[in-house]
T-cell receptor
């Protein structure tokens, strides 16, 4: 089955700097890759997603890149702000029929003022 | 649109009791997914349901756990004869269809004492 790895597990950056989180997946059939942000005690919230027919997608300060050949995708956050502090999860969908994602283990991002 | 609603938010059960977790998907969504999250860990897929059908239960323990999504009413995740190791946050998510964005509920935090 699908296996998703995520690095780093923790990341601290100064406010205004960029943050990059990387994920790899194992199943070449995976074709949908969302990123979720989870603040302490709250629900995971979708922040950006990318499909396998696209190499890059950007939404304001957030961007995601996908390399299908290498089976890895990355989240880039520019001009980080304290409210970006949270746990970020990448995921890969293992079926065309639903979002039974396999999630990465998460990255705890701390943005220091 | 009220979003994905889960109840109860917190549930305490003694070992050996049954736990019933409810999830009402977003209006118009017919796909429901259940995930388990242990403290400081990622989200583990449990089961994917469409109305009245279990599509994928590959992440569900074979014993004591069951899920349903009846024609009318919320999806139910049922855990029989709970044990301490069942203590976790259980999140459900819903989507409009396969391979579309999934939105999470607030989760039910189950504590087994």
């Amino acid at each position: 089955g699908e296996n998703v790895e995520q690095h780093p597990s923790t990341l601290s950056v100064q406010e205004g700097d960029s943050a990059v989180i990387k994920c790899t997946y194992s199943d070449s059939a995976s074709n949908y890759f969302p990123w979720y942000k989870q603040e302490l005690g709250k629900r995971p919230q979708l922040i950006i997603d990318i499909r396998s027919n696209v190499g890059e997608k950007k939404d304001q300060r957030i961007a995601v890149t996908l390399n299908k050949t290498a089976k890895h995708f990355s989240l880039h956050i520019t001009e980080t702000q304290p409210e970006d502090s949270a746990v970020y999860f990448c995921a890969a969908s293992i079926s065309n029929y639903g979002q039974n994602f396999v999630f990465g283990p998460g990255t705890r991002l701390s943005v220091l003022p | 649109n009220a979003g994905v609603m889960q109840n109860p938010r917190h549930l305490v059960r003694r070992r050996g009791q049954e736990a019933r977790l409810r999830c009402s998907p977003m209006k118009g969504h017919s796909h429901v997914y259940w995930y388990r999250q242990l403290p400081e860990e990622g989200l583990k897929f449990m089961v994917y349901l469409q109305k009245e059908n279990i599509i994928d239960e590959s992440g569900m323990p074979k014993e004591r756990f069951s899920a349903e999504f009846p024609k009318e009413g919320p999806s139910i995740l049922r855990i029989q004869q709970v044990v301490r190791g069942d203590s976790a946050a259980y999140f459900c998510a819903s989507s409009l269809g396969g391979n579309t964005e999934a939105f999470f509920g607030q989760g039910t935090r189950l504590t087994v004492v």
